[in-house]
C-alpha cells in the first residue's frame, strides 16, 4: 500500500500526540438525537428528540420532544422539562459555555398560555420566560436563533412577526439582560432593520446583518455587519466587493473574528469569509473541493478553528436534502473534511457520513455535528504535540490553539 502525505500525516498524529494524563484519544460517539449545542468545555452536550430506553421509561416525560443534556464525563442524560414534566413545545438554539443555561422559543408554551415566546432555563430554577413584546392579536410574535453569552445572563435572539414575512420589519432584533428583561432596541432608521445571530461571550459584541429596502420597495438587500452598544454599526465586506447580500452568522467567543457568507455579483452561488482586524477579510470559497457552497456554524474562542460545511449538488440518500459534507478550518491548514481527519487519525465511523459540524469546544478538541441519517455525533481530535508541529514546520498553529476558548451560531 502507498501513503499519501495525508496518510503519513495521520500516522504521524497517531505517534506524537502528547501521551500525558491530560491528552485526549480521538474518537467519536453517536446519540440517537438531534444536536444543539456544546459548552465551551465540550463536555455538556445539548440534545434534542433524545431516543432511548432511559428517556421513553421516565415517568416525567411524556412525549416525544425530549431534550437533554449528556455529560461525557459522567456518561449520563439530565432531562430538560417545565413543571408540567414535559417539555412539550419547546425549542432549544444554545447552550452557555458554563453549561448551565439554554436558551430558545417557544411554538405554544405552558409558561404563557399558549402564546409563542423566547425563555431561557437553568439547571437549579428551570424555565423562566423572558419579557415580550407588546403587540395586538393580529400580528403575533415568535422567536428563532436565540444566543446566549458564557454564563447565560445576556441573550439575543430574532423576533419575527408572522404576518408580515416580506419587509424588512417582519423581523428584528430583540436583547434580555440577566433579569430576563428586554434591553433597549436597536434605533434602526425607516426601511432598514439590524439583525443579530452572533453574541461573544461576554455579551458585548454582535454580529449579524443589515436588511435594507431596495430603491425600488419591493425587496431588501442583507449586508454582513458586526455590532456593539457603544460603536453601533460596521460594515465586515470590503467595499470593493460586489455582493448581492452577505451575513455574518459566527463569531469567535472574545467578539474579534467574525464568520460569514456573501453572495456574489455573478452566476455563483454562496461563498464563505472571514474577518478579523489583523488579518482583514479573506474569501475562503466554497471550502471544499467540487462543493457549490458551504457555510460556518460555530468557532473556537480566539477564532483560529471554526466548522460547518459544503453542499454539493447531487442526491442524500436519506431526505430529499442536497448533500452535504462536515468541515473543519483552521488558519494553517484551510479548510478539510471532518471525517477524513478523524480516519486519519484511526477513527472508525461505522459507516456513518458526517453531514455538518455545527458546534465547537473553546479549545477547538470537542465538535458537534450531526450525520445524514439524522442522529447526533460529537468528535474528539486531540492538540498536536509540539514535536509534531515543529518536525512539520507548523508550530505557529500550537503556540494558536494554546489561547482557543470557545465560540458558536447554530447555531447554533
Known amino acids: ?49 433524545v431516543r432511548t430506553e432511559q428517556a421513553y421509561n ?63 432555563w437553568r439547571a437549579d430554577s428551570g424555565f423562566e420566560q423572558l419579557e415580550d413584546v407588546a403587540t395586538d392579536a393580529t400580528t403575533p410574535l415568535s422567536y428563532s436563533g436565540l444566543r446566549t453569552s458564557t454564563d447565560g445572563t445576556d ?28 434591553e433597549e432596541p436597536i434605533e434602526d432608521p ?21 436588511q435594507n429596502e431596495t430603491e425600488t420597495g419591493l425587496g431588501f438587500v442583507s449586508t454582513a455587519i458586526r455590532w456593539t452598544e ?3 454599526t460596521e460594515q465586515i465586506l470590503p467595499e470593493t466587493l460586489r455582493a448581492l447580500s452577505s451575513s455574518a452568522s459566527v463569531l469567535s467567543g472574545d467578539g474579534r473574528v467574525a464568520f460569514g457568507r456573501y453572495r456574489p455579483d455573478s452566476p455563483e452561488f454562496s461563498r464563505v469569509f472571514v474577518e478579523d482586524a489583523e488579518n482583514g477579510f479573506i474569501d475562503l470559497g466554497h471550502l471544499l ?76 478538541t470537542h465538535i458537534l455535528g450531526r450525520t445524514s441519517d439524522g442522529f447526533a455525533f460529537i468528535a474528539i481530535i486531540p492538540e498536536p504535540s509540539p514535536a509534531l508541529l515543529i518536525g512539520l514546520g507548523l508550530a505557529g498553529l500550537c503556540a494558536t490553539s494554546n489561547r482557543f476558548r470557545k465560540q458558536h451560531n447554530s447555531r447554533g
Not at 441573550?155 to 428583561?181: E, K, L, M, Q, Y
Not at 425607516?190 to 443589515?210: C, K, M, V, Y
Request: hydrophobic share 40%.
Open 190 to 210: 425607516p426601511n432598514r432593520s439590524t439583525i443579530l445571530l452572533a453574541i461573544s461571550d461576554d455579551g458585548r459584541s454582535f454580529a449579524g446583518f443589515e
Open 289 to 364: 473541493p467540487n462543493a457549490f457552497t458551504a457555510e460556518f456554524l460555530a468557532a473556537s474562542e480566539a477564532g483560529g478553528i471554526a466548522v460547518g460545511n459544503a453542499s454539493y449538488f447531487g442526491r442524500n440518500e436519506n431526505t430529499l436534502e442536497l448533500p452535504t459534507e462536515a468541515v473543519l478550518w483552521n488558519r494553517v491548514s484551510g479548510a478539510r473534511s471532518l471525517a477524513e481527519i478523524l480516519e486519519g487519525l484511526g477513527v472508525n465511523l461505522k459507516g456513518a457520513r458526517l453531514s455538518s459540524a455545527i458546534d465547537i469546544s473553546a479549545d477547538g
Open 1 to 49: 500500500m502507498r501513503f499519501s502525505a495525508a496518510n503519513w500525516l495521520g500516522l504521524l498524529l497517531l505517534l506524537v500526540v502528547d501521551t500525558s494524563a491530560s491528552a485526549l484519544t480521538p474518537s467519536i460517539q453517536f446519540f440517537e438525537a438531534s444536536p444543539v449545542a456544546l459548552s465551551g468545555s465540550g463536555h455538556q452536550v445539548l440534545l434534542a428528540n
Open 155 to 182: 441573550v439575543v435572539g430574532i423576533s419575527h412577526d408572522g404576518f408580515r414575512i416580506s419587509t424588512p420589519r417582519s423581523s428584528s432584533t430583540r436583547r434580555w439582560n440577566a433579569a430576563g428583561n428586554l
Open 58 to 120: 421516565s415517568t416525567a416525560l411524556r412525549f416525544s420532544s425530549i431534550s437533554a443534556l449528556w455529560d461525557l464525563d459522567d456518561r449520563s442524560y439530565s432531562f430538560i422539562s417545565d413543571e408540567d414534566g414535559t417539555g412539550n413545545g419547546f425549542s432549544f438554539t444554545d447552550l452557555s459555555s458554563d453549561g448551565t443555561t439554554v436558551v430558545g422559543g417557544t411554538g405554544f408554551s405552558r409558561l404563557n398560555g399558549g402564546d409563542s415566546g423566547a425563555f431561557r
Open 230 to 232: 457603544e460603536g453601533g
